[in-house]
């Protein structure tokens, strides 16, 4: 049985991709990122009462790793320029995916599972993909990744995430108000020296 590190927020679409890799036959492990202060105690709440239902409704304990990523963020958003705030979520999400390896090592994970998915928001596009992925030394599985919303929304609705979905509303407050969407290998690197990132589990 291949093992997972499964990327899940309070989210409507990484529930369902963590639901697809538990019914795929992974061994999934769950790790979420708290952000605050940019995130609400609500955030996290939800994420948990995701994973509750998720191993009620898989018949299965699924172990949940909380990691402080909020210094980590703000030490992004304090590194770069304004002309380069664009790049905050693909910063964000690489150093999620670096960090998430670390869990991995630690787990004997094969893998990453994400709830990306082409085009849900304007960071999530393919050319940011590829740069997300490249921070991984792991094959990164995104079981949505060419799903259309409705779609998702109707396994989350058939699964019973959906409503808990709902109910964590407060999005994250350092995305810019636009987000780079063709983001260029070369500059991601240069923003990303200097950045040291903290490994602090909850």
């Known amino acids: 049985m291949k093992k997972a590190i499964a990327l899940i927020s309070d ?4 529930p369902v991709a963590c639901h697809l ?4 036959g992974y061994d999934v492990i769950a790790l979420t990122y708290d952000t605050s202060p940019f995130s609400e105690p609500i955030n996290l709440e939800v994420t948990k009462r995701h994973i509750m ?17 909020g210094p980590n963020l703000q030490k992004i958003i304090t590194s770069i320029s304004e002309k380069s705030r664009s790049y905050v979520c693909v910063l964000c999400k690489r150093a999620m995916m670096k ?30 993909m590829i740069l ?27 699964i019973g995430t959906y409503d808990i979905s709902v109910e964590g ?4 407050k350092a995305v810019p108000s636009h987000p780079q969407t063709r983001a260029n290998g070369i500059i991601v690197e240069e923003l990303e020296r200097g950045i040291e990132l903290v490994f602090e589990l909850e």
């Open 11 to 14: 989210g409507i679409d990484s």
């Open 132 to 158: 997300i992925s490249k921070a991984s030394p792991r094959h990164v599985v995104r079981p949505l990744l060419c799903m259309d919303k409705l779609e998702i929304e109707q396994i989350a609705k058939d």
């Open 53 to 69: 239902h998720l191993a009620e409704l898989h018949g299965r304990p699924i172990k949940l790793y909380v990691l402080k990523h």
């Open 99 to 128: 960090l998430a390896n670390e869990v991995a090592d630690d787990e004997g994970a094969d893998v990453i599972v994400t709830g990306e998915n082409l085009g849900q928001v304007a960071s999530q596009t393919l050319d940011n």
């Open 21 to 24: 890799a538990l019914e795929q």
């Open 169 to 172: 509303a407060a999005g994250c």
